[in-house]
């Protein structure tokens, strides 16, 4: 798969395809025109009528293959609003996993330079990049971030810094020679441990402004007795570290 893909909508029915894509559904074969358009409706041979749409950052998260535990969309989005990353930012990412984070990124303009250590998931995560039709600013390179840290030093400074690995520390202890005077480090943890040795490092490294967060997020439930928060679920995803290089 080369080309961006659609999202085709009927009701509650989703499917993410490519252009000149073929698919079977009981409601139907649907054939995706080589040209089409978001905005567009494509008819599958039993009628049919499905509504074609632009894939956003959600609908990529739900569709896009997985290899492990993506971001989930609220840490995205903290991620995105306290680093205030923008179009034409230089972010340099690890690991990419599923590419989510990524692609999130590369969809608001930022040119994203993202390493992963596995080589299988790094060739899903471009394939992700394709789908999403980010892969001109998103750069998945195969490889362990931290050995690439002195060449990555030596390079052009990056604007934003994210980290969602387990050996984070490490490229932390580095941030000031990756990062632009007050570019912002985020850092990702699924737990207190992980967020300690961040926040360690990121003291020991003289990054400044040093916050960290838990990530916890509540459904309402409204109903005719009431409203209150969901008995149903949790909450919490994990952990965010925030700095800035000085
Ligand atoms: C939790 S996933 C990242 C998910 C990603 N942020 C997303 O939104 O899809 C962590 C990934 O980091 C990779 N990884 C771990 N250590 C790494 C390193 N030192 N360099 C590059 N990738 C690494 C793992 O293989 C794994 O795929």
Sequence with gaps: MTDAAYLLVHGDREYLLSPGEEFGTDL?????PADVEAGDTVETHLGTVFEVRELRGPDLFDHLERTGAPMMPRD???VMGHTGVSAGDRVLDAGTGSGILSVYLGRAGAAVTTY???ADF???ARRNTETAGVAERVDVR??????ELDDLAAGEPFDVLTLDTGDAPDAVARAPDLLVSGGFLAAYSPFVEGTREIVTAARDAGLVGIEAI????REMDFSDRGSRPSTAGVGHTGYLVFARAP
């Design 28 to 32: 139907g074969v649907i054939e995706v």
């Design 142 to 147: 195969t490889g362990d971030v931290v050995d």
């Design 214 to 217: 838990e990530t916890i997020q």
């Design 122 to 124: 790094a060739d899903v």
């Design 76 to 78: 995205v989005g903290l």
């Design 116 to 118: 992963e250590i596995d």
